[in-house]
T-cell receptor, first 112, second 116 residues
């Protein structure tokens, strides 16, 4: 079963623009994570935000978390062609959960 | 530390045959996960181990699927009597168990299965 839903499913922007992806989930969580996947490859962890955090930064990435709305957003600033990939949010479904449940992803295309 | 490795990277088989995938996790990681991913979808949880113990299996996992982690190191995922619907990318990931919840997962490059 899918816990998270990403929005939009696909996003195409020009190099240099900012890209924003959203994720909604259903249950309480310990943390929410974002992963990136290049076509045909494994997933790479980008950032983890805990349920008691509201915002986190890592380089050009900014993640927000609103537990009251059960939603998160990932912002990539000053996008580059190399950012072209699929981006997934994943949550652990709260107390005692030890596995991640992934959303269906946002496919991001950066046009040079 | 060479990361998570999976073998084979690609497997083409005929319907009804058995296939086995191997995953070698990062050596100090005590958790190992198997996921399945089809085109355009997110990874779908199959099962996970903490050390050698299999702690959870997805209800979607039919009895044709079996996974082992005999010494708490590498793991194998076997699919018996393959069906065309089993065609997918099989992803392995490992992690260090945090105090709470699921930690950061380190994924292998996946094993792509095509059932003809």
């Amino acid at each position: 079963s899918q816990q998270g839903e990403e929005d939009p499913q696909a996003l195409s922007i020009q190099e240099g623009e900012n890209a924003t992806m959203n994720c909604s989930y259903k249950t309480s969580i310990n943390n929410l994570q974002w992963y990136r996947q290049n076509s045909g490859r494994g997933l790479v962890h980008l950032i983890l935000i805990r349920s008691n955090e509201r915002e986190k930064h890592s380089g050009r990435l900014r993640v927000t978390l609103d537990t009251s709305k059960k939603s998160s957003s990932l912002l990539i600033t000053a996008s580059r062609a190399a950012d072209t990939a699929s981006y997934f949010c994943a949550t652990d479904e709260g107390m005692g959960a030890q596995k991640l449940v992934f959303g269906q992803g946002t496919r991001l295309t950066i046009n040079p | 530390d060479t990361g998570v490795s999976q073998d084979p990277r690609h497997k083409i088989t005929k319907r009804g045959q058995n296939v086995t995938f191997r995953c070698d996790p990062i050596s100090e990681h005590n958790r190992l996960y198997w996921y399945r991913q089809t085109l355009g979808q997110g990874p779908e949880f199959l099962t996970y181990f903490q050390n050698e113990a299999q702690l959870e299996k997805s209800r979607l996992l039919s009895d044709r699927f079996s996974a082992e982690r005999p010494k708490g190191s590498f793991s194998t995922l076997e699919i018996q009597r393959t069906e065309q619907g089993d065609s997918a990318m099989y992803l392995c990931a490992s992690s260090l168990a945090p105090l709470q919840g699921a930690g950061e997962l380190f994924f292998g490059e996946g094993s792509r299965l095509t059932v003809l």
